[in-house]
Nanobody, 117 residues
Framework: QVQLVESGGGLVQPGGSLRLSCAAS????????MGWYRQAPGEQRELVAA???????NYADSVKGRFTISTDNAKNTVYLQMNSLKVEDTAVYYC???????????WGQGTQVTVSS
């Protein structure tokens, strides 16, 4: 059974940085895309950043230039470096891994990121 374990969330002041990590336990094959989503209170879950098996990345417009997604494929780990954080980045952040042809769709439990002075 595959589990995604996230870490790195917390409280940070505006303008600060955090690095989220998501490690997958168990064997995963044929990963199509690894990504980070977030959900603020009263809002829908939204895609923040994703990295495909081709190494192509895409970002939400609101985080472009501030957030960077990367992976360590040997460790089945995906990271999200978040810089210049804003109050509006406050949300629960979820890690997601999808397989080719929708073979699987794994989610982490979520990690809280709070940006506040």
């Amino acid at each position: 059974q595959v589990q995604l374990v996230e870490s790195g969330g917390g409280l940070v002041q505006p303008g600060g940085s955090l690095r989220l990590s998501c490690a997958a336990s168990g064997s995963i094959f044929s990963i199509y895309v690894m990504g980070w989503y977030r959900q603020a209170p009263g809002e829908q879950r939204e895609l923040v950043a994703a990295i495909h098996s081709s190494s192509i990345t895409n970002y939400a417009d609101s985080v472009k230039g501030r957030f960077t997604i990367s992976t360590d494929n040997a460790k089945n780990t995906v990271y999200l470096q978040m810089n210049s954080l804003k109050v509006e980045d406050t949300a629960v952040y979820y890690c997601n891994i999808k397989g080719f042809s929708a073979r699987y769709d794994y989610w982490g439990q979520g990690t809280q990121v709070t940006v506040s002075s």
